[in-house]
């Protein structure tokens, strides 16, 4: 009798131990996470242990950052914090990419029609979330060539195939999906709201800032040059003119 109660000691911490890690994962949840295996107000630790089989990045006090995927185009997996606790996350694109539509049409997909169509992006708001979708060009080729085809010349109906650069054909796009606590989505959805208090990915999630467009400009010299888009709205562009 004394053996058994000494194997059934260990067995029985063992149990005690699990039920512990258990507690510590399924407390206070919901019927449905918010987000991935998450809910809103989870600390920092208990995302990690939910996210244990991803690839970690970056882990920083108010943002945790994973090496990721979406729709068959990498990106960043995001989750960020104010005083320990979850609220905003989602996915943003590692770099410029071409297929990034894949993106948005999957939130499409699994979303259905959304609740709100921005002036950049789409929304959707439920009782406890609001989702935001955007792709955006970042890399946009303003094409001239050395010379054009024109109907003139000796053979003036033959078929041309010269190829022209497109004015203003988009290269590269970025994108965002992305998941807010709607408590915090109502504190700073406001005209005029001081988005101070959040920090940079939190602006890049919710689509306060997005990656500069890099125009992609051909001269009529034959120079190529790659000019920020601020630039040119600047008026920078004149002096390749």
């Known amino acids: 009798m004394k053996t058994i109660v000494c194997f059934a000691l260990p067995f029985l911490i063992l149990l005690t131990g699990c039920a512990t890690i258990t507690n510590t994962l399924s407390g206070d949840t919901k019927d449905e996470y918010d987000f991935r295996e998450t809910q809103w107000g989870f600390s920092q630790q208990r995302v990690l242990l939910a996210e244990q089989d991803s690839r970690l990045y970056l882990k920083r006090e108010d943002v945790l950052i994973y090496n990721s995927e979406i729709a068959g185009v990498p990106a960043y997996l995001i989750y960020t914090f104010k005083n320990n606790k979850l609220r905003a996350a989602g996915y943003i694109t590692e770099k410029p990419v071409k297929n990034v539509q894949k993106i948005t049409d999957m939130s499409v997909a699994q979303l259905g029609k959304p609740t709100e169509k921005l002036k950049q992006g789409m929304a959707w708001k439920t009782p ?27 053979f003036a109906n033959i078929r041309h195939n010269i190829t022209k650069a497109r004015h203003g054909a988009v290269e590269r796009w970025d994108a965002v999906w992305s998941y807010s606590d709607i408590s915090f989505y109502e504190k700073h959805h406001k005209v005029g709201a001081d988005l101070s208090d959040l920090s940079f990915y939190e602006k890049v999630l919710i689509g306060a800032i997005k990656r500069n467009e890099i125009m992609n400009f051909s001269t009529r010299t034959g120079l190529s040059l790659s000019v920020p888009q601020n630039y040119i709205n600047k008026g920078f562009i004149d002096i390749f003119e």
């Not at 979330?129 to 010349?153: D, F, M």
């Open 128 to 154: 406890d979330t609001v989702i935001y979708s955007h792709a955006y060009p970042s890399q946009v080729t303003l094409g001239t060539i050395r010379y054009e085809q024109v109907s003139g010349g000796v």
